[in-house]
């Protein structure tokens, strides 16, 4: 038996290769895999910072020269799966599945080495590309903003928006997601910051107000709507989800005095647009960086994987035929793999929510 799978041969250039399927507990067929535009496109362009600096996972610094990454041959983190077999009870078979395997046609899994997320019946299985990591990353932002407000004493995941003024910058998978849990979450308003107008577009078709910031000073703007008091005005949070620095910026910009920066954000090069010396200073002002390996501290034994897993499942339910609709922006064949995340990376082609299909066994 072997799998078909995408890998970047070097930059700039991708290619499917077969390769023997590893025998296991339990194998999946791939349904669909979707294509993260930030991550995997950086190993395509080889902007990704582990290309140049090697990562101590213990000390948690980078140094040291990198070794050479090429070809990746793991690509994606955003996989549904039917089980064809399965000889452990922690899987069962004819289960659709979300995973985080790579864009590979099969893979064989163990429950004690995978995450395995078994989707609803119900659910629209392409919705499932989101379940296993995509999602609870977005979760884990409000998680950050909870503890940010709360400390550990966070019981909802929404206690850091609700009833709050919340501001999204970034209009890309990662920002639309995030605005539709603070929503879902009982965010008191939520409005999306972002100068592409195709993007801006999707977030009002999401119901999701929007502002360019290229068309007038968006800080201006919203500080001179969002009014706590006098001098005191801006959003209560905003979440930073656009890989530039200047987003960042702008996102600092957004905030009421003594405010919180929640920063989703991955930034490939350096920050020199950050002014730490303007409203960063002035303002008192604080960023977090939340990423999906580590829940704020204190909240690992009531926050986990599982449970980010399982409020994605509920957004979805909630929002999942908006997000069908309007997300997802193309489904392209996993033959035409290569040529699609090739024209990604040069910006030949512009998509929102690429997703990968897999052809099914008669």
Known sequence: MTDRNLVVAKPGRLEIVEEPAEP?????????SG??????????KGTNPALRERFDPVLGLFGGPAQDP???????????????????????????????????????GDPLRDRVVRLPAELDPILGIYVAHMGPICANGLLHAAADLHGPDVHRLGDGVHGRRV????????????????RAHGAASVIVVDPTPQRRAIAEALGLPSLDPEADD???????TWRHTTDDRGADVVFQCRG???????????????????????????????????????????IRCAQIGRVPRGLAATWDRERLSAETVRLLHRDGETIRRHMITAVVPFDEAPAL??????????????????????
């Open 341 to 362: 995340l090739e024209g990604l990376a040069a910006r030949r082609r512009q998509e929102l929510q690429a997703v990968l299909e897999f052809p099914q066994q008669s």
């Open 24 to 32: 296991g507990p339990f194998r999946v067929r791939t349904l669909f």
């Open 167 to 182: 501001a999204v910058v970034g209009a890309g998978v990662v920002g639309l997601l995030t605005a539709l849990f603070a």
């Open 35 to 44: 294509v993260s535009a930030g991550t995997e496109l950086s190993f395509v």
């Open 70 to 108: 090429y070809p990746v041959t793991r690509l994606g983190y955003m996989e549904v799966g039917r089980v064809e077999r399965s000889d452990t009870p922690a899987v069962t078979e004819g289960d659709t599945v979300a995973m985080t395997y790579g864009h590979r046609t099969g893979w064989t």
């Open 218 to 224: 968006a800080a201006v703007t919203l500080k001179t």
């Open 244 to 286: 530039q620095a200047s987003a960042l910026q702008l996102a600092l910009r957004l905030l009421r005095p003594q405010g919180t920066v929640i920063d989703l954000a991955f930034y490939q090069g350096g920050a020199d647009a950050v002014r730490l010396g303007a409203e960063f200073h002035h303002n008192g002002l604080a």
